[in-house]
């Protein structure tokens, strides 16, 4: 079955530690997405990409990186300088980024400082 | 940016009748989308509908939108337990580069 999959579904990360949450589908979409979901609130996009090796910050983009150096992955690094990384991050994928096409999202990864 | 926003924020319902969310939205877009999430999953999309459509069905799913009201809403007729999760609508940036989702609807749906 074609899907996309996030790991790990809980992470862990002490103060001043880089942690990087996977993303990885195999629809053949060509645009990815990560966006940050706090208790009560909707989501935020904190990054996208509409090709290889290409990507672009969203309205929440200090703190974190990504890259994309294959279509099928797009990895998400908490830095240490996001000074409030404990939420639910979620990975999204569509056929393009025109936004006429519904996303496909992951089931999420949890991280929680401690 | 923009966002939509969703209203009401939560809604308690018994099984068999229906519910109804709304969507507001503060730009132009061209088009809308629903999505639901159940506690602690990503989100379904569910219905799509463009900005020069009025109305759209799919199974018990009924949307409408109005653009010059800048509003949508979410109708699920003969609810079922399993429709309790959060519905989003979600709308495309004047770049069409990406989704902008409002806080979503908190739907329970009681035996």
């Known amino acids: 079955d074609g899907g996309i999959t996030q790991s790990p579904k809980y992470l862990f990360r002490k103060e001043g530690q880089n942690v990087t949450l996977s993303c990885e589908q195999n629809?053949?979409?060509?645009?990815m997405y990560w966006y940050r979901q706090d208790p009560g609130q909707g989501l935020r996009l904190i990054y996208y990409?509409?090709?290889?090796?290409?990507?672009q910050k969203g309205d929440i983009a200090e703190g974190y990186s990504v890259s994309r150096e294959k279509k099928e992955s797009f990895p998400l690094t908490v830095t240490s300088a996001q000074k409030n990384p404990t939420a639910f991050y979620l990975c999204?994928?569509?056929?393009?980024?025109?936004?006429?096409?519904?996303?496909?999202f992951g089931s999420g990864t949890r991280l929680t400082v401690v | 940016s923009q966002q939509g926003e969703e209203d009401p924020q939560a809604l308690s319902i018994q099984e068999g009748e229906n519910a109804t969310m709304n969507c507001s939205y503060k730009?132009?877009?061209?088009?809308l989308q629903w999505y639901r999430q159940n506690s602690g999953r990503g989100l379904v999309h569910l219905i799509l509908?463009?900005?020069?459509?009025r109305e759209k069905h799919s199974g018990r799913l009924r949307v409408t939108l109005d653009t010059s009201k800048k509003s949508s809403s979410l109708l699920i007729t003969a609810s079922r337990a399993a429709d309790t999760a959060s519905y989003f609508c979600?709308?495309?940036?004047?770049?069409?580069?990406?989704?902008?989702f409002g806080k979503g609807t908190s739907l329970l749906v009681t035996p």
């Open positions: 509908i463009r900005s020069n459509e």
């Open positions: 979600a709308t495309d940036s004047n770049s069409g580069y990406a989704l902008n």
């Open positions: 629809l053949n979409h060509d645009a």
């Open positions: 999204a994928s569509s056929i393009r980024t025109d936004t006429y096409y519904g996303y496909t």
């Open positions: 990409s509409q090709i290889v090796n290409d990507f």
């Open positions: 730009t132009s877009i061209n088009n």
